[in-house]
C-alpha cells in the first residue's frame, strides 16, 4: 500500500507543478485580451494573430489545466447527495467514478486523438487565416498530453479513494 500512496504522491506532485504553471498562463491570458480590447475599441483594429492567441492560450489553460483542477477538487459535480455522504461513501463513489467513468472517458479521447494530433504534428500545421498563428500542431498537442495529467490524476483520485475505503488513509491525507 505505501508504492500506491508514493505513486498517488507522485502524481499529485505533477499537477500541483503544472497547475502551477499554468497559473502564469493565465495572467498571459488576460494581458492578451487586454490588449486586443484595447486595440479594438481605441485604435479599431485587430489582429488573427491575436485572436487566434486568446484560444490558444485558452484551450492550453482549460486541457492542461483539468488534471490540477481534479487535483484540488474543482471539477463540476452534483453535490446534493455527493455532499451529505459519509467520507467512506464519498471514497466509494470517487473510487467507482474513477473506474467507471473517468478512466475509460480519458483512454478513449487519448486513443482518439493520438492520430489526429500525430498528423498535425506530422505537417507542422499552422493556422489556415493569413496572419495567424502559425504553431497550431502544438496546441492540438496539448489535447492528448490534458488528458494524460487527467487520467494520471484520475488515477491518483482512485488510489487515495481505495486507502479511504481500507480504512489507511483520512480524507485530510489525501490530495490537496
Known amino acids: 500500500m505505501s508504492t500506491l500512496k508514493a505513486i498517488a504522491r507522485q502524481i499529485d506532485t505533477l499537477n500541483e507543478w503544472v497547475g502551477r504553471g499554468v497559473a502564469w498562463v ?14 479594438r475599441y481605441l485604435f479599431k483594429t485587430s489582429f488573427v494573430f491575436t ?6 492560450l485558452f484551450a492550453f489553460i482549460f486541457l492542461i ?9 474543482g471539477h463540476v459535480r452534483v453535490d446534493i447527495i455527493y455532499q451529505r455522504l459519509g467520507q467512506k461513501s464519498r471514497a466509494w463513489v470517487n473510487f467507482i467514478g474513477v473506474i467507471l467513468f473517468l478512466i475509460p472517458g480519458c483512454t478513449m479521447i487519448i486513443v482518439t486523438s493520438w492520430k489526429f ?6 505537417i ?3 493556422s489556415p487565416d493569413p496572419g495567424g498563428i502559425p504553431l497550431r500542431f502544438i496546441i492540438k498537442g496539448c489535447i492528448t498530453a490534458g ?20 480504512g489507511i488513509e483520512n480524507a485530510e491525507e489525501g490530495p490537496s
Do not use: C, R
Open 26 to 39: 493565465s495572467l498571459g491570458l488576460v494581458l492578451v485580451v487586454f490588449v486586443d480590447v484595447v486595440m
Open 51 to 56: 485572436q487566434e492567441l486568446e484560444w490558444h
Open 65 to 73: 489545466g483539468a488534471g490540477y483542477t481534479l487535483l484540488k477538487d
Open 117 to 122: 494530433v500525430h498528423n498535425s504534428w506530422a
Open 124 to 126: 507542422l500545421e499552422g
Open 147 to 166: 488528458f494524460i495529467l487527467l487520467l494520471l490524476q484520475g488515477i491518483s483520485l482512485g488510489i487515495h479513494s481505495l486507502l479511504q475505503i481500507l
